[in-house]
C-alpha cells in the first residue's frame, strides 16, 4: 500500500472573481513529486476553488494507487475542519463537494493537515498559473508550468528524527530528511499573482458569511517533569510523600516540583504524595508542568487564522490537466539522488526510512471524586465515574485535541472514567471511542479506596514490600507493577500493529500511562516512583517499525489551565 501527500490550494480573485485550482500529489516517504493538477474555473469563489483543488488532488492520487493512504495538507483551515468532521457543513454548495472528495477513498484512509500559506507553495503556485492562464483565454497545461521548479519538494510524512546529541541515527535521519526537502536551484521567474489576494486577506479575518469557523491556536509542547535526583531507596515507606509508587490520589497543588525527591522523610505521606506519585494515584490537575525536558508533539499544532467561506456553487468545467508521474528534473536531480545515496547508511551501520510510526497520544482521565481524598483507585475498586472538575477538564484536553487535528482513532481503557473522558473528547472529535481491557488500571486490592495513611497503618510490611519490588503484590491479591508491564507491553505491541503509521488516542490510567513512557526510554521500575501524571494530562510516545520508540510528550497540562 503507498503513501501519498496531497497539497492543495485554489484562490478566487475577487470572491466570487475569477478563480482556479491547484493540486500536487507527492511521495509521502520522500517528498518527490507525481503528479500535478490545475484549472481554470471561470467565476466561483475561494472556497469553492479549494475544494475543488482537494477533488483534484485526491483524483489524482487515486489514479497512481487506489488503496493507497492519503495524507492532505492545505493552507484552508474551513476545508480541514469541515474534511475531518470537526466542523459542520452548513451551506449548501459545500456539502456536495465534500460528500464528493470523501467518497474517492474509503473512509480512514485519508488524513487532513492544516499547514501555513508558507508551506504551501507548490500547489498555490499551480492556482495562480490557472488562473493566469484562464485570463489570457487558455487552461492549464503541465508542459507550461514551473511551479515544481520554483517551489520546494513536500515535506516528507517521516517526523522529524530525535535523539540525544551525538545519536548518530537520528542525526543520519536529520540529513536525509534535509535532503528529501531540498530543491535544486531554478532560473529567476516572475512573480506569480497571488491567490490570497486582498479579498481573500479581509475575508479571512471577518469572511462575511462565515461557516462554524472558530480561528483557534493550540497550546504549545508540554514541558515534561525531570528524573528524581533523591537516594534510590532510603527507607522507602517514610520517602512515599516524595516518591510513591502506587494509587493514592494525587493533589498537585502543593508547590513541589514533579518528580523531586527532597522532601521531609515523613511529613504526612498521605498528604504528600502527589508530589512524584507512580502507579494509579489519581491526580489533580491544577498542577503546572514541573521542570525536565520540553518535548515537542509528533505533529505541528494547527494554529490557524478565521478562514473566510463566502461560498457559491462550483463552475462546471471539466477535469483539470495532471501532470503524469515520471516527472524528472534532469541533472539535478540526479545530483541530489547521488547526495541522497551518500547520506543513506549502508547495512550494519542504520535501518533504512521505515515510514511514519504509530504514535500513541496518551490521556489520562479526568478527576473523580476520590482525587481531593488521596485515595487507592485502581481496577479492582468502586469504578467511580467523572467529578464535574473531571468533566471539565475532559472537555479542555477535547479542544486542545481539535485544534491539533491529528488524532484519528480513539481507545479507551473499559473503566467508567475513563470511558466517561474518552466520549466527551471523541464527541469533539467526531470519532467513535474503541475499549481496550488490556489499558485498565492496575488492581490494589485490598487497599482500593484507602488512603496511603491508612494501608500503612493495616498493612505496614505489604506495603513496604510494596515499595521495594515490583513483583510485590498489594494485600489481597491485587496485582504487582511487574505484571501490570507484562500486560500493558502486550497491549502496546497489539494496538501499534493494529494502528500503525496512524496517530491514535489512548484514554487511560497513570500505571498504564508511566508504564508505556518508561517501556518507551528502558527505564528501571523504580522510575514509576518518579514521575509525576496530573489529571487529564497528555503525554505522547512514537513506535517506529523496527521497535524503537521516541517520547515526544509527558504530562502536558497547558490546556487545562
Do not use: C
Amino acid at each position: 500500500m503507498g503513501e501519498f501527500i496531497v497539497e492543495a490550494d485554489g484562490g478566487s480573485r475577487g470572491n466570487p472573481g475569477p478563480a482556479g485550482y491547484g493540486a500536487v500529489v507527492s511521495d509521502g516517504a520522500t517528498g518527490e513529486t507525481l503528479a500535478e493538477a490545475a484549472e481554470y474555473l471561470g467565476v466561483a469563489t475561494n472556497n469553492v476553488a479549494e475544494y475543488r483543488g482537494l477533488l483534484a488532488g485526491l483524483r489524482a492520487a487515486h489514479a497512481l494507487d487506489p488503496g493507497a493512504r492519503v495524507h492532505v495538507r492545505m493552507d484552508s483551515k474551513l476545508v480541514v475542519e469541515q474534511m475531518s468532521g470537526r466542523w459542520k457543513i452548513k451551506h449548501p454548495a459545500m456539502k456536495p463537494l465534500a460528500a464528493e472528495a470523501s467518497g474517492i477513498f474509503p473512509k480512514g484512509r485519508v488524513t487532513y493537515e492544516w499547514i501555513p500559506r508558507a508551506e504551501n507553495k507548490h500547489a498555490d503556485r499551480l492556482a495562480n498559473e490557472a488562473m493566469d492562464a484562464g485570463k489570457r483565454g487558455e487552461q492549464w497545461t503541465p508542459s507550461a508550468s514551473r511551479a515544481s521548479l520554483d517551489t520546494p519538494a513536500a515535506r516528507p510524512l517521516t517526523p522529524e528524527p530525535s535523539g540525544p546529541p551525538g545519536d548518530a541515527k537520528a542525526g543520519a535521519a536529520r540529513a536525509r530528511a534535509a535532503l528529501a526537502s531540498a530543491t535544486p536551484p531554478a532560473p529567476a521567474a516572475d512573480e506569480p499573482h497571488t491567490a490570497t489576494n486582498p479579498a481573500r486577506r479581509a475575508a479571512d479575518g471577518t469572511g462575511g458569511a462565515a461557516e462554524d469557523v472558530v480561528g483557534t491556536r493550540a497550546a504549545g509542547a508540554g514541558v515534561g517533569p525531570g528524573p528524581a535526583t533523591g537516594p534510590a531507596r532510603r527507607a522507602a515507606e517514610e520517602r512515599a510523600a516524595d516518591a510513591t509508587g502506587g494509587a493514592t490520589e494525587d493533589v498537585a497543588d502543593t508547590g513541589v516540583g514533579p518528580g523531586t525527591a527532597t522532601g521531609p522523610a515523613r511529613r504526612a505521606a498521605e498528604e504528600r504524595a502527589a508530589d512524584a506519585t507512580g502507579g494509579a494515584a489519581e491526580d489533580v490537575a491544577d498542577t503546572g508542568v514541573g521542570p525536565g525536558t520540553a518535548t515537542n508533539p509528533a505533529r505541528r499544532a494547527a494554529a490557524a487564522a478565521p478562514e473566510a467561506v463566502g461560498e457559491a456553487p462550483a463552475a462546471d468545467a471539466g477535469a483539470g490537466a495532471v501532470r503524469p508521474p515520471g516527472r524528472t528534473r534532469g541533472r539535478a536531480d540526479a545530483d541530489l539522488r547521488a547526495a541522497q545515496a551518500v547520506a543513506t547508511p549502508g547495512a550494519g551501520w542504520a535501518a533504512p526510512d521505515m515510514g511514519p510510526p504509530a504514535t500513541f497520544v496518551l490521556l489520562r482521565h479526568g478527576e473523580t471524586p476520590l482525587t481531593p481524598q488521596k485515595r487507592f483507585s485502581g481496577s479492582g475498586g468502586s469504578d467511580p465515574s467523572l467529578s464535574g472538575i473531571g468533566r471539565e477538564q475532559a472537555e479542555r484536553a477535547g479542544e486542545f485535541l481539535a485544534r491539533r487535528g491529528t488524532v484519528e482513532a480513539v481507545v479507551s481503557s473499559p473503566l467508567a472514567r475513563t470511558r466517561e473522558t474518552a466520549r466527551i473528547v471523541a464527541a469533539r472529535l467526531g470519532l467513535d471511542v474503541a475499549v481496550d481491557d488490556g489499558l485498565r488500571e492496575t488492581d490494589f486490592g485490598a487497599w482500593e479506596g484507602l488512603t496511603f495513611g491508612e494501608v500503612r497503618e493495616r498493612h505496614p510490611d505489604d506495603l513496604s514490600a510494596w515499595l521495594s519490588s515490583p513483583d510485590a503484590e498489594p494485600t489481597g491479591g491485587g496485582e504487582s507493577f511487574a505484571a501490570t508491564a507484562t500486560r500493558i507491553a502486550a497491549t502496546r505491541d497489539r494496538l501499534t500493529a493494529a494502528y500503525a503509521g496512524r496517530t491514535v488516542l489512548l484514554v487511560t490510567h497513570v500505571t498504564p500511562i508511566k508504564t508505556l513512557i518508561r517501556l518507551a526510554l528502558g527505564a528501571p521500575p523504580e522510575s514509576l516512583f518518579r514521575m509525576e501524571l496530573s489529571a487529564a494530562s497528555l503525554s505522547a510516545v512514537a513506535y517506529y517499525a523496527d521497535g524503537n520508540a521516541s517520547v515526544r510528550l509527558f504530562n502536558e497540562t497547558s490546556h487545562l489551565r
